[in-house]
């Protein structure tokens, strides 16, 4: 069951219904789902804001993880999902999804919200495999809100053999030691 405090169009009310309660200052826009302006925003009502997209056989991964995990101040405008069930799903096509079919493994996976998300330190090391600066900068706030998460990320990175793995490394080791000069400038 979903939170109380998420509505999703056409569930409890339409959704001119809730255009009209987010005009009125009532509700703001969470993700894919709305919740009451005075509401505080947490990692589960954002993760649960995905429950319609993801459903449970999909997970959120790479910039969705973020956002949920706190990494993120707003969602993604498209939303990055991966299989979590063993088998083969079908998935319509979505412009609004970046659908990858590779499954996640369950270690990988955490239930939040009613919903599956990557754990901060996959999330991660899929941020820092894909090395654009987009997905750089998300990594970067990601470890703000979880400090250790890059040095979990790091040994899961090491060790594995996956794609991109050394740029990945690198990514995270920098984001690391730019952490740590920071910390050493502050309390000097």
Known sequence: MGSPFLYFADERLSRAELT?????????ALGDAYIPADAVET???????????LGETLAATHLSAAWVHGGL??????????RAVPRRIHVRPDRRVVYRDLQVPADDLQL????????PERTLADLARVGDDEHTAAARLLTDVDTDAADRA????????LPHKRSAL????????????DVTRYTS
């Open 154 to 161: 790091i040994a899961r990175l090491e060790a594995g053999a």
């Open 73 to 82: 101040p707003s969602p993604p405008s498209r939303h990055t999902v991966q």
């Open 20 to 28: 009209a309660a987010c005009l009125d200052g009532d509700l703001v």
């Open 112 to 119: 939040i919200g009613g919903v599956l998300v990557t754990t």
């Open 43 to 53: 990692t589960a009502l954002r993760a649960g804001s995905l429950a319609e997209t």
């Open 170 to 181: 690198a990514c995270l080791r920098g984001i690391v030691a730019a952490r740590q000069e």
